[in-house]
C-alpha cells in the first residue's frame, strides 16, 4: 500500500487495485500516517524513505 501511495494512488485507485472497500483502504492509509508520524501522504512518503521502506 505504502508503494501505491508513493506512486501517487488515490484511495479510489488503491481500493481498486487491492480489491478491497474504499473505507477499508483509507482506514490502511490512516494507520500508515499515524504509524509514521506523518500528517498527510507526502510525508509519509518522506518519512518512509528516510527509514528505506520505499
Known sequence: MLHLLAGGATNQQ?????VI?????KKH???IL???GAEN??????????????
Open 14 to 18: 488503491i481500493a481498486e487495485q487491492l
Open 21 to 25: 472497500a474504499l473505507a477499508t483502504a
Open 29 to 31: 492509509v490512516a494507520n
Open 34 to 36: 499515524s504509524k509514521l
Open 41 to 54: 501522504c507526502v510525508q509519509a512518503i518522506a518519512r518512509a524513505r528516510e527509514r528505506d521502506l520505499l
